[in-house]
């Protein structure tokens, strides 16, 4: 309910951040862009996101545990220090994650305005991709995905532990809950910042449909170009990024660490 409510009221926002990141434009034209698809199409590709989300979350905290559990018993004996197991891992969790691409790749589609013509909804477009370019056209996109999702997971996971250290004891649950939000906000903001760029490469990608699969670096020095080698062109809707993932992760980080007391 958490993710639903979360996503839904972010939404619009994740859309004026997409317009940035895919045509490297201010915020008040990309909103521009959304007023002039009209109010119909403001929740165009919500389906998605809102599937793989939960089921995100669920892969990254989840196997995170469950790998780390693993490894542990495995290599506890060898002299293995376990941070260097725990961040295993999670870039195991992380990269397990990247299964769920065809969801970003469908939203990325829903949310282009260029493709309004083309793709009715979340089926249409699976069935659209899948139909007439295979399997293959819904990972479009892959490699930006891998290269975000299995290092921002290491330190997001290796750095909870001393960021809430470093903050204030708690000494009540309410407490404990704002100290776990103020972890997960920061080090999901931060890294949403870090690893801004390859959310544009993965933008750009996906938003082609069929043609040649183009390198990561490729794309990227395509963006690059087009937006005259500015870097504060590149990062066009990190700021927006910032406070979007500063609440979302912070509810994230903060509902998982309160189930974990509840189960």
Same mark, same amino acid.
């Given at each position: 309910?958490?993710?639903?409510?979360?996503?839904?009221?972010?939404?619009?926002?994740?859309?004026?951040?997409? #317009?940035?990141?895919?045509?490297?434009?201010?915020?008040?034209?990309?909103v521009r862009q959304l007023q002039r698809d009209g109010l119909r199409n403001l929740y165009r590709g919500l389906l998605p996101p809102l599937l793989q989300k939960s089921t995100t979350v669920a892969i990254m905290f989840?196997?995170?545990? *469950?790998?780390?559990?693993?490894?542990? *018993?495995? $290599?506890?004996?060898?002299?293995?220090?376990?941070?260097?197991?725990? %961040?295993?891992?999670?870039?195991?969790?992380?990269?397990?994650?990247?299964?769920?691409?065809?969801?970003?790749? $469908?939203?990325?589609?829903?949310? *282009?305005? #260029?493709?309004?013509?083309?793709f009715n909804n979340t089926a249409h477009t699976f069935r659209t991709l899948l139909g007439e370019y295979g399997v293959r056209e819904c990972y479009r996109g892959l490699v930006p995905v891998l290269l975000r999702n299995?290092?921002?997971? $290491?330190?997001?996971?290796?750095?909870?532990?001393?960021?809430?250290? #470093?903050?204030?004891?708690? @000494? @009540?649950?309410?407490?404990?809950?704002?100290? *776990?939000?103020?972890?997960?906000?920061?080090?999901?903001?931060?890294?949403?910042?870090?690893?801004?760029?390859?959310?544009?490469?993965? @933008? #750009?990608?996906?938003?082609?449909?069929?043609?040649?699969?183009?390198?990561?670096?490729?794309?990227?020095?395509? $963006?690059?170009?087009?937006?005259?080698? @500015?870097?504060?062109?590149?990062?066009?809707?990190?700021?927006?990024?910032?406070?979007? %993932?500063?609440?979302?992760?912070?509810?994230?980080?903060?509902?998982?660490?309160?189930?974990?007391?509840?189960?």
């Amino acid at each position: 309910m958490a993710a639903f409510t979360n996503i839904a009221v972010t939404f619009p926002i994740q859309k004026v951040l997409f #317009r940035q990141q895919l045509h490297g434009v201010l915020a008040m034209e990309a909103v521009r862009q959304l007023q002039r698809d009209g109010l119909r199409n403001l929740y165009r590709g919500l389906l998605p996101p809102l599937l793989q989300k939960s089921t995100t979350v669920a892969i990254m905290f989840g196997l995170y545990e *469950d790998f780390s559990r693993v490894l542990l *018993d495995r $290599v506890g004996g060898m002299g293995v220090p376990e941070l260097v197991t725990r %961040s295993f891992a999670a870039a195991l969790a992380g990269t397990t994650e990247a299964v769920l691409t065809p969801f970003e790749r $469908v939203q990325t589609l829903l949310q *282009d305005h #260029r493709h309004h013509g083309r793709f009715n909804n979340t089926a249409h477009t699976f069935r659209t991709l899948l139909g007439e370019y295979g399997v293959r056209e819904c990972y479009r996109g892959l490699v930006p995905v891998l290269l975000r999702n299995g290092p921002s997971n $290491v330190l997001f996971f290796g750095l909870r532990g001393p960021i809430k250290e #470093r903050l204030p004891q708690a @000494s @009540s649950q309410l407490g404990h809950i704002a100290s *776990d939000f103020v972890c997960g906000g920061l080090l999901g903001a931060g890294l949403g910042i870090m690893f801004y760029p390859l959310n544009v490469v993965k @933008s #750009r990608a996906q938003s082609q449909v069929g043609g040649e699969f183009r390198p990561c670096r490729e794309v990227l020095l395509t $963006v690059w170009r087009e937006r005259g080698g @500015s870097v504060a062109k590149l990062f066009r809707g990190a700021q927006l990024n910032y406070h979007r %993932s500063l609440l979302s992760w912070g509810i994230i980080n903060a509902t998982y660490e309160l189930l974990l007391k509840v189960i």
